[in-house]
Each structure stands twice: as C-alpha cells, then as structure tokens.
C-alpha cells in the first residue's frame, strides 16, 4: 500500500523570515501618512528639546542666570512685546534678511543657470566666483557702509552677497548634473536656448537651487546679527547688544529664539515651496 | 494576398549617407567609430541596422540627428514639408524627463514647435493610447515601470510627426509581450503613413519582421558589412510571419554573417 507524503521535517534551527508591510522598511503600517508623521515628529523634536531644557533648568543642573529655563524667557519675551520694541525689532531684521535674500538669490540663479548651460558665461564667470567666494562677506560691511552710510542698504547687501554665492554655485553645479540624455532631446525636438533654459535647466537643476536657498537663508539669518552689531537701533542682532549692555541675559535669550524661529519658519517655508514646485521628487 | 511591394529601385533617397567616417578624440586615444559608410535609404523605407555591440549604430543615428558631427563625408537628408520637423530620434536609453508628467513628456515636441494646446492634447491623447498608457497621463516617470517610459519616449517621437523616425533599439527594453504588440503597431502605423524609419535593433527576428532592407555593420570600426533586401510580403503580421519559409532562410543568411562580427568584437574586447 502506497504511503502517505510526510514532508521533511523542518530542521531545529530553520526558521521562516517573514515579508509583511513595514518589515522591509522597519515603518509599522498605521492611520498616519509617512507625510504626516514626519511633520510631526519635525514639530515635535523642537518642543521635546525646549521641555528637556526647561526641566535641566528647574533641577538646578545649570546656573539659571546664564541659561534661564524657557518660560523665564517667555516672560521676558512677553515683557519685550508688550512694549512694541520687539515688533519693531522683528521687521527692521525680517526687511534686511528678505530684501538681501532677493537681491541676492534672483541675480544668483540667473547667472547659476547660464554658467550651467553655456561654457562661454561658465569660463568668464569661473574664476570670478572661485576668487572672490572665499572673501568673508562681513568683511564687506565696512566698505558698504562707507559707500552708502548707514541705513539698511549696506545690511541687505551683505546679506545679499552671502546669498547670492550659495544659489549661485549650487544652480550652476545642479544644471551641469542633468544627464546629457536631456539636452540632446531637446536639441533633438528644436529647443531654442531659452526653451532648453526653461524646460531643461530649470526644471532639472530645481533640486539643488532648493539646497542653495536654503542654505542662503540660514546664511541671512547668520549675517543679519553681525551686521546690526553696528549702525542698527533696530532688529534682533541690535536686541543681543542692548541686553548685552543692560546685562539682561534673558533677553539675549529672547534674540537668540527669535533667531532660531526665524531660521526654522524660514526653512519650513522653502520646504512648503519645494515640495509644491519638486512634484516629481516625492511622488 | 495583398503584396504592396513597392519597387525600391524607382523611389526617391530620403537620406543620403556618403562615405561617413566617425573619430572620437579624446585626450588619451582616438576611437574610430565608423569608417566610410555609404548608403542611401529611400523615401518611405523602413531602413533596419543590425551589428555587433560597439560597432557604432548610435553613432550613425545621432549623425543622421546632427546631434554629432561626423568627422568625414557627407549627409544629404531631403525634407519636404518644412512646416514638419525633419527628423525625430527615439533614444537607446532612457529619455523620458523626469521632472514631467506622461503627457507633458508625449506634447513636449509639439509644445516647442507651438502647436496650439487643443490641438496638442489631441495628437498626445491619441498617442498615449497608442502605446497603452492611458490612465498615466498624470503620472511621473519615476511612478513608471523601464518599459512604460520607454514607450512615453516612443509616443513623443510620434506625436511629433516627423518626416524621418530615427528608432536606435526603441523596444529593447521592453517585455516581449509589450514588444510584440508595439512591434506589431509600428507596422501598422507605418505601413499606413510610410515614414521614412531608421531602426536599430540587435534581434535579427525584429529586422526581419519589420524592415524593407537591413544593414550590416562590421565589428568595431563599423563599415558596411552588406545590406539585405527583405522581400517580405505586406502587410505583415508578426505571428504569422515567421511562419514563412522565407523568413528562416533569411534569418540563416544574415545570422551567418551576423556571428562572424560579434565573434570578431568579442575577439577585439579580449574575450
Ligand atoms: N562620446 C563618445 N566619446 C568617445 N567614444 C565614443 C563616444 N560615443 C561612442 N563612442 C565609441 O564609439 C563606438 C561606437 O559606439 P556606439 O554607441 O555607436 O555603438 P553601438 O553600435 O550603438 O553599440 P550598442 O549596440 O551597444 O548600443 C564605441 O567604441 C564607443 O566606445
Ligand atoms: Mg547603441
């Protein structure tokens, strides 16, 4: 009589490995969108660090009159407010850093893309970018200002001279990645130079202008404080050097928040943008 | 059975490739990629090119595009219908912008010869049903599989119109399920407008099945080995035409000859 198939036993030390929904990514499937769970968690990290913070404070871990716990700084900031000298503050440094960031970042793209598409501009400009990059941009506020005194005008170009090298050298670097499969299709269907600006280099060097803005804006934010150590009686660099000379480190505090909120927004914001205009990168 | 043969002898030259000679220098070597390759394709000829890897088939496509220049001889190309571009390339590789939908890739030829936008989605609607992919309109390359995007590659060279199809191995990446039923709808299409077609393909089956004559290059440098005239009737089916006693001694023929200058590029290659 024929005998039943009896499988092989499984040997003692196999074992089944198993492929479901978040064993590969190590993302536990669940109601939240990965979208929505990374904004939380980049919501989240600041105020888990300001709570770490408040309790290190409180515990007497540290002297609270050179790091003061954060709702001592909320009420100095509430202090700050409620006298209009923050709000006049804020604007006078949000103006610099948007107008520097404008004047610097258009012009910067622009010549970002034409060194990437055309060898001639990217042999002229070369050289030029190579040899004046390395010039700290702060070291360009005193002459500013003895060209144009004082005001804001030297301030927004500082800031927009920090700006304009990083959208600059990033714009060129992302065009000269695009795949040359992409030109010579272009070329192929009869793209003009400017379509082949507008429907190749700018599209494809998108990516990496998002990395020079970005970076150029926190570059701002940087500059912004140094050069309204001088000359301003406005902004937040202004506030760091007013408490530094009343000897109210709370404020300081205040400045330096307001700076770190101003660089997070900022960033945020561009993120937001990228997101929207780099459809292609995330779908 | 319908036998729409038409004599080759009495059309006109579309393409008239006189002596062409490739080199590419570098800084390190020269690399001679062509050497005195004369041929003539005629008006409405679906022209294959077959030869061994290396041996310069996309080379002489993109001097046929004049997106190279060749080093010596001549490329005469006549174009009637200047209001149509000339020449239109499907490339080897991958070449569906990333940073564009499926439909935006299909109408970007037309977008740039300002095709009014009505228009212009008509043409790209019908295309992108041709190769099957309607319901990716919307869709990013980077949303598709290899073969879809080379048939979004495929359907922008369509929809374009041009008088001349320079194909360089348009189906090579694709399953050959898909690859029959486009081989099968490129002869439909062209054996309904007759387009002048330059093709490059590595399957002798393919060259058979859908040109009128086949060129042989030689290993590396490619000269012309020979060219094939395929007096297959038309129009062809592709299930049924192998079938045909003919179609196995062609294949015997050009294989013999075909084997001979892979086994010399291999040799070359140090194999
Ligand atoms: N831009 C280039 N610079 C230098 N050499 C090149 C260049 N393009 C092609 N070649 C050389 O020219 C020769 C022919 O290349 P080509 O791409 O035309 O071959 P092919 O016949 O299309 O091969 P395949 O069937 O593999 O696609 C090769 O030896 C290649 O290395
Ligand atoms: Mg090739």
């Known amino acids: 009589m024929a005998q039943a198939f009896e499988p092989p036993a499984m040997p003692a030390n196999a074992h089944q490995v198993v492929r479901a929904p978040g064993a590969v990514t190590g993302i536990k499937q669940s109601r939240l969108s990965k979208a929505t769970r990374d904004r939380i968690l980049q919501i989240g990290s600041p105020l888990g660090l300001l709570a770490l913070w408040e309790v290190i404070v409180l515990a007497g871990m540290v002297n609270s009159r050179f790091l003061p716990a954060p709702t001592q700084i909320i009420g100095s900031f509430w202090n700050l407010a409620s006298t209009g000298l923050l709000y006049l503050d804020l604007k006078a440094s949000l103006y610099r850093i948007l107008m520097g960031f404008v004047i610097g970042v258009v012009p910067g793209m622009v010549i970002g893309l034409s060194m990437g598409l055309f060898p001639i501009v990217r042999t002229i400009f070369d050289p030029v970018v190579s040899a004046t990059y390395p010039i700290p941009k702060l070291a360009l506020l005193p002459l500013f200002m003895l060209i144009f005194g004082l005001g804001n005008l030297e301030m927004i170009l500082v800031i927009a001279s920090g700006a304009i090298y990083l959208v600059l050298i990033n714009t060129a670097a992302g065009v000269l990645e695009i795949s040359q499969i992409y030109w010579d299709v272009a070329k192929d269907l009869g793209a003009s130079w400017w379509d082949r600006f507008t429907t190749v280099a700018l599209p494809g060097a998108l990516p990496l202008i998002f990395t020079g803005l970005k970076l150029s804006i926190g570059m701002a934010v940087l500059l912004i404080v140094a050069a309204e150590s001088d000359g301003a009686n406005h902004g937040v660099g202004f506030l760091i050097w007013r408490a530094y000379d009343i000897y109210d480190i709370k404020q300081m505090y205040v400045a330096f928040v307001l700076l770190s909120l101003m660089g997070y927004v900022?960033?945020?914001?561009?993120?937001?943008?990228?997101?929207?205009?780099?459809?292609?990168?995330?779908? | 059975m319908v036998t729409s043969l038409i004599n080759s002898e009495k059309r006109q030259v579309s393409i008239q490739v006189k002596n062409i000679s490739k080199r590419f220098k570098t800084r390190k070597n020269i690399t001679e990629a062509l050497t005195n390759v004369s041929v003539d394709v005629k008006e409405g000829e679906f022209f294959c090119i077959v030869g061994p890897s290396g041996c310069g088939k996309t080379t002489l496509l993109r001097i046929l595009a004049g997106l190279e220049e060749q080093t010596d001889g001549e490329i005469i190309l006549s174009w009637h219908n200047p209001e149509r571009?000339?020449?239109?390339?499907?490339?080897?590789?991958?070449?569906?912008?990333?940073?564009?939908?499926?439909?935006?890739?299909?109408?970007?030829?037309?977008?740039?010869?300002?095709?009014?936008?009505?228009?212009?989605?008509?043409?790209?609607?019908?295309?992108?049903?041709?190769?099957?992919?309607?319901g990716f309109e919307h869709h990013y390359p980077g949303q598709l599989s290899g073969g879809m995007k080379q048939r979004v590659a495929i359907a922008r060279a369509f929809a374009n119109d041009p008088e001349i199809l320079l194909m360089d191995e348009p189906f090579a990446n694709l399953d050959e399920q898909t690859k029959i039923l486009m081989q099968q709808e490129l002869i439909h299409i062209w054996e309904g407008n007759r387009k002048t077609v330059v093709f490059i393909t590595h399957s002798i089956d393919e060259a058979i099945m859908m040109g009128d004559r086949i060129m042989m290059l030689t290993a590396h440098p490619g000269r012309v080995k020979q060219v094939f005239d395929i007096d297959l009737p038309r129009p062809r089916n592709i299930a049924e035409i192998r079938a045909n006693p003919h179609f196995a001694e062609l294949f015997t023929g050009i294989w013999g000859l075909l084997k001979i200058e892979v086994e010399n590029a291999r040799i070359q290659n140090g194999h």
Do not use: C, D, H
Not at chain 2, 91 to 112: D, M
């Open chain 1, 266 to 283: 900022f960033t945020v914001v561009l993120n937001e943008i990228e997101r929207w205009l780099v459809k292609w990168r995330n779908v």
């Open chain 2, 85 to 134: 571009p000339l020449s239109t390339m499907v490339f080897q590789e991958q070449s569906a912008y990333p940073w564009l939908t499926v439909e935006q890739n299909v109408e970007y030829g037309l977008r740039l010869r300002k095709v009014p936008k009505s228009m212009r989605r008509q043409i790209t609607q019908e295309w992108i049903e041709k190769v099957g992919l309607q």
